[in-house]
T-cell receptor, first 115, second 109 residues
Framework: NAGVMQNPRHLVRRRGQEARLRCSPM?????VYWYRQLPEEGLKFMVY????????ESGMPKERFSAEFPKEGPSILRIQQVVRGDSAAYFC?????????????FGQGTRLTVV | TQLLEQSPQFLSIQEGENLTVYCNSS?????LQWYRQEPGEGPVLLVT?????EVKKLKRLTFQFGDARKDSSLHITAAQPGDTGLYLC?????????FGTGTRLKVLA
């Protein structure tokens, strides 16, 4: 049973370009979470999605960032017009259900560098 | 706003020593997880504690959930260089996991 798969592992973008980060959850998991981690810091929640629905996006910046989890295919975190401050590691986690006592499993992350 | 604070932030010890890492909050969590993260990798789940006062052991690691489910501790006995990494606690909220600030552990041979 494959784990959470994220790609690409490393992504370099110039300022103003778009970044697309992909996350394929574990088999049977329909809940996806995106987190951002700056160097030497903990993980900051960005967004929580179920299939085709955004449940909680309280951690997403209001502009330039969007996320989706379509019925078919991976979850996508999209950053438009990237700036240097977007450089970070972005982690995706999946779980089989939401609510009490649910464990989330993380992917290896996408390290975004904006030059 | 739910916050989890970990202490110490950094810890450097010699191989064979014991250590305890703390995770504290003013909020109650239905469950709490501990993760270890190595450089360049994602967090790896170590344990989930659910019941107030619960103690779980994973080889040399002992995890405890506070009676009020607001805090937790991780105790490592006879630390080894392979224990080096970033230790993160995470509390389960309604829709998301709230992560602690992390404890960066370095075990010297």
């Amino acid at each position: 049973n494959a784990g959470v798969m994220q790609n690409p592992r490393h992504l370099v973008r110039r300022r103003g370009q778009e970044a697309r980060l992909r996350c394929s959850p574990m088999k049977g998991h329909s809940h996806v979470y995106w987190y951002r981690q700056l160097p030497e810091e903990g993980l900051k929640f960005m967004v929580y999605l179920q299939k085709e629905n955004i449940i909680d996006e309280s951690g997403m910046p209001k502009e330039r960032f969007s996320a989706e989890f379509p019925k078919e295919g991976p979850s996508i975190l999209r950053i438009q017009q990237v700036v240097r401050g977007d450089s970070a590691a972005y982690f995706c986690a999946s779980s089989p259900r939401a609510g009490l006592n649910t464990e989330a499993f993380f992917g290896q992350g996408t390290r975004l560098t904006v030059v | 706003t739910q916050l989890l604070e970990q202490s110490p932030q950094f810890l450097s010890i010699q191989e064979g020593e014991n250590l305890t890492v703390y995770c504290n909050s003013s909020s109650v969590f239905s469950s709490l997880q501990w993760y270890r993260q190595e450089p360049g990798e994602g967090p790896v789940l170590l344990v989930t504690v659910v019941t107030g006062g619960e103690v779980k052991k994973l080889k040399r690691l002992t995890f405890q959930f506070g009676d009020a489910r607001k805090d937790s501790s991780l105790h490592i006995t006879a630390a080894q260089p392979g224990d080096t990494g970033l230790y993160l606690c995470a509390g389960a909220g309604t829709y998301k996991y709230i992560f602690g600030t992390g404890t960066r552990l370095k075990v010297l041979a």
